[in-house]
């Protein structure tokens, strides 16, 4: 049996929350649909945070209901910052939550307004809360290798606060590189030392793409036993108060990444497509990571012989023609 690659795709979420253009709810639901009809299988789909802060997101309660009526299979998770946060996402019918915690005095001030010990607590207090109302949990430790604010983030306390929120009770962790710095010997080695401590299984990564590493970083990841993975289709993403942060890894760059390498997925790359046409629509500019121009040949060149279109959720991946030469 082939390895399972398990990909959440957080473009509604990392992706929308820091463009210019703003998304409508229905375009945001769109956009949900396309991926789930590519058979992504996990989506974050917005996040419960003060719409001062966020604006982008400030139509959570009005999408999340929406996507779970009309995709009652899909995983759909949602961000919370906060007790308040939990109480507006499970308000609106939240079955999986993420909290939201850095690994830096500073990048905890500059995005949830706490300092370090704070954050640790609220996260602590909010995912005991969230297990306590049944839901499935992730807690994220942010700048977990490198902090805009701070330089390098020490390995042994990315270690001991996902370890802190595994003992709260998180179901996944998911070491986030925020703004894009790691290397694959440095995701190698933290994720080797995060392994020691936490089972592989309840590992994700989520890499952004800022300086071209992103699917290096991903592979560096799969190699040290991780098979989860964030990701934002056409690698929309960056986080408003984190200084540098570029898009995230793109999705279709990740798939092509992990079935070329004799993972399975589950997820078709021309119904990804499909998702960044829609996508440049909403944000009118060009979207797709580094395998874009590619995979557009492709489909303009295959003319259905092989390129098959998704037909609906969760359908067997679509194999691209390996690249010719
Ligand atoms: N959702 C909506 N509103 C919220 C909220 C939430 N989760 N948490 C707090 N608020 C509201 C409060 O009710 C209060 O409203 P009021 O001014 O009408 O009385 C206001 O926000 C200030 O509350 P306070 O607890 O003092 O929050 P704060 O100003 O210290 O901000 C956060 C803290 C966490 C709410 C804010 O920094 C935030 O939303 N950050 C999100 C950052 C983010 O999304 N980053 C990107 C993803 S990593
Ligand atoms: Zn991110």
């Known amino acids: 049996m082939m390895d399972r690659v398990h990909i959440t795709d957080v473009a509604p979420r990392d992706g929308l929350q820091n463009q210019a253009v703003h998304a409508s709810t229905a375009h945001k639901?769109?956009?949900?649909?396309?991926?789930?009809?590519?058979?992504?299988?996990?989506?974050?789909?917005?996040s419960f945070v003060s719409p001062k802060a966020v604006p982008q997101m400030a139509d959570a309660a009005d999408l999340l209901p929406q996507v779970q009526a009309r995709l009652p299979a899909l995983r759909s998770s949602v961000l919370v910052p906060n007790r308040k946060g939990l109480e507006r996402a499970h308000?609106?019918?939240?079955?999986?939550?993420?909290?939201?915690?850095?690994?830096?005095?500073?990048?905890?001030?500059?995005?949830?307004?706490?300092?370090?010990?704070?954050?640790?607590?609220?996260?602590?207090?909010?995912?005991?809360?969230?297990?306590?109302?049944?839901?499935?949990?992730?807690?994220?430790?942010?700048?977990?290798?490198?902090?805009?604010?701070?330089?390098?983030?020490p390995l042994d306390r990315v270690v001991d606060l996902s370890l802190r929120m595994t003992k709260a009770g998180a179901h996944e962790i998911v070491i986030a590189d925020t703004i894009g710095s790691a290397s694959p010997g440095m995701v190698k080695e933290r994720m080797g030392a995060l392994t020691q401590a936490i089972a592989a299984d309840k590992l994700a990564v989520h890499f952004h793409d800022t300086r071209g590493m992103g699917a290096a970083?991903?592979?560096?990841?799969?190699?040290?036993?991780?098979?989860?993975?964030?990701?934002?289709?056409?690698?929309?993403?960056?986080?408003?108060?984190?200084?540098?942060?570029?898009?995230?890894?793109?999705?279709?760059?990740?798939?092509?990444?992990a079935e070329r390498s004799g993972f399975s997925t589950?997820?078709?790359?021309?119904?990804?497509?499909?998702?960044?046409?829609l996508a440049q629509e909403v944000l009118q500019r060009p979207l797709g990571g580094r395998s874009i121009a590619w995979l557009r040949k492709q489909r303009d060149s295959a003319s259905g012989t092989h390129l098959k279109r998704p037909q609906g959720l969760h359908q067997s991946p679509t194999q691209l023609a390996p690249p010719p030469g």
């Open 29 to 46: 639901l769109a956009l949900v649909e396309r991926l789930a009809a590519a058979g992504i299988g996990s989506v974050e789909i917005t």
């Open 91 to 153: 308000a609106a019918g939240a079955h999986e939550i993420a909290v939201v915690l850095s690994a830096t005095e500073t990048m905890n001030r500059k995005n949830i307004n706490m300092g370090l010990d704070e954050a640790i607590a609220v996260s602590e207090q909010t995912l005991q809360a969230a297990l306590a109302l049944g839901l499935r949990t992730r807690a994220y430790v942010a700048v977990a290798f490198d902090c805009p604010f701070e330089g390098e983030t």
């Open 217 to 257: 970083n991903a592979w560096a990841a799969l190699e040290a036993g991780i098979r989860r993975f964030d990701a934002s289709v056409g690698g929309i993403g960056g986080c408003p108060f984190a200084p540098g942060a570029a898009g995230n890894l793109a999705t279709e760059d990740l798939v092509l990444l």
């Open 266 to 277: 589950g997820i078709s790359l021309p119904g990804l497509l499909d998702a960044i046409d």
